[in-house]
């Protein structure tokens, strides 16, 4: 059995709709990715927006195997494949508790492969001293186990980083919907325009999950063909503003969470900008750049 047919077999697909194999999900709760959007991904970017977007890789079960036992079958490295699971994974856990289960899920996965392979696999060597090598060994005298710490699977809130993004790229979009997924109170949007359906999933999924949102844009382009923002507001009760000023615009692209974090730069929330467009962007969690944008958003919404 190849290591395309394991992953087959412990996550469906080969045989049967998808609506018979998998359960049904509300869409609204996790950015849409189409089985043709997919296609065209690299795998390390198929990777994460696949599981990202888990319910629609669920919905679209043997159109999604297939994508991903091509990219396997293609000599994709099985390790670099566990790893890349197992940090997405873990950057996506609600919780400690999550992300320690979804780690240990992958360890056992990892040697459920290794086992079938006859690769030689053997566990690591029990550290000396540790609870597992006294059990072992039959001592009576345990020592306390050590309390569990799950592994490091995202930046902590005191660790200061500042990261650059570049258009069009799918991973530097991923990016985009990982930041407004990382919400947990509350979520300011400062931009000249959003017509990208995932990014609007993305936003409708942060008010369904508790976050405040608040939405500035130019009053031009909620003329634009296929703006979302008034219906964030009619579908999802999302409050925006505008500026008055026909004759000026309101054109900045910045978006802040919990008033600690910051995405910002050239890029527009919009398909064009996502796909076609040289675009850059920052995202940074530097206290006295959020703090100054933080003013800047207030200063706005109060004029407008």
């Known amino acids: 059995m190849s290591f395309a047919d394991i992953l087959s077999a412990c996550f469906g697909g080969g045989g049967g709709s998808a609506a018979s194999n998998s359960p049904q999900y509300n869409l609204r709760e996790a950015p849409f990715l189409s089985p043709d959007d997919a ?22 079960t043997d159109a999604f195997m297939a994508i991903y036992k091509k990219h396997l079958e293609g ?6 494949v566990f790893s890349v ?25 990892g040697l459920l492969v290794h086992a ?25 005298k345990l020592p306390e186990p050590v309390a569990y710490r799950p592994p490091p699977h995202k930046v902590s809130d005191s660790d200061i980083y500042i990261r650059s993004y570049f258009f069009p790229s799918e991973e530097s979009f991923s990016a985009l919907i990982n930041f407004i997924g990382s919400a947990k109170s509350t979520l300011d949007i400062c931009v000249f325009n959003i017509t990208d359906n995932d990014v609007t999933r993305a936003i409708a999924d942060a008010k369904h999950r508790g976050v405040d949102v608040r939405i500035i844009t130019d009053d031009e382009q909620l003329k634009c063909q296929g703006n979302d923002v008034e219906r964030m507001r009619d579908q999802y009760g999302i409050p925006f503003k505008t500026d008055t000023d026909t004759s000026k615009f309101m054109h900045s692209k910045f978006a802040i969470i919990d008033r ?3 995405w910002s730069g050239s890029y ?13 962007a920052i995202c940074t969690n530097d206290p006295n750049t959020a703090q100054s944008y933080c003013e800047e958003f207030e ?4 004029q407008f």
């Open 75 to 80: 000599g994709a490295d099985p390790i670099h």
């Open 85 to 109: 699971i197992q940090r997405n994974l873990g950057q996506l856990a609600a919780n400690d508790v999550d992300a320690g289960t979804t780690y240990w899920a992958c360890q056992m996965l």
């Open 39 to 60: 296609a065209q991904m690299p795998l390390d970017t198929f990777l994460e927006r696949s599981l990202i977007s888990g319910p629609s890789a669920a919905q679209n």
């Open 299 to 302: 200063k706005l919404w109060d």
């Open 268 to 280: 527009n929330w919009t398909v064009s900008a996502r796909r076609s467009n040289n675009e850059s």
């Open 260 to 262: 600690r974090a910051v």
């Open 116 to 140: 079938n392979q006859g690769s030689g696999y053997a566990p690591p060597a029990m550290p000396a001293g540790s609870y597992a090598q006294a059990l072992a060994s039959g001592n009576e």
